[in-house]
């Protein structure tokens, strides 16, 4: 079965940065793209970012873009989302996500699997 792993949410104050990982297992990683979603209190899960399977295409929500870059290491069935100048509305459960498809989507509904989430809290 799949399962998608997130770490390295945590505590930081604004402008920082921090470096999220999530580790894939259970499908042919390689095929499919990934994305990255995040949930903040009170509102609905929106798009971050999105990586194509072989990690020559990336694409961002408006408000990280700049900011935030996603990545992929095939060889290690792991993609990543390094987060830097964060805001404090950047914080929220980020999710990863593993699309029905190679190619990068934002749409939630495109996504077959997810994590379980991680905090990210920025201070200000």
């Known amino acids: 079965q799949v399962q998608l792993v997130e770490s390295g949410g945590g505590l930081v104050q604004a402008g920082g940065s921090l470096r999220l990982s999530c580790a894939a297992s259970?499908?042919?990683?390689?095929?499919?793209?990934m994305g990255w979603f995040r949930q903040a209190p009170g509102k609905e899960r929106e798009f971050v970012a999105a990586i194509t399977r072989s990690g020559s295409g990336t694409y961002y929500a408006d408000s990280v873009k700049g900011r935030f870059t996603v990545s992929r290491d095939n060889a290690k069935n792991t993609v990543y989302l390094q987060m830097n100048s964060l805001k404090p509305e950047d914080t929220a459960v980020y999710y990863c996500?593993?699309?029905?498809?190679?190619?990068?989507?934002?749409?939630?509904?495109?996504?077959?699997?997810w994590g379980q989430g991680t905090q990210v809290t920025v201070s200000s």
């Open positions: 996500a593993m699309a029905s498809t190679g190619w990068v989507v934002p749409a939630e509904t495109r996504y077959d699997y």
């Open positions: 259970g499908r042919t990683f390689s095929r499919y793209a």
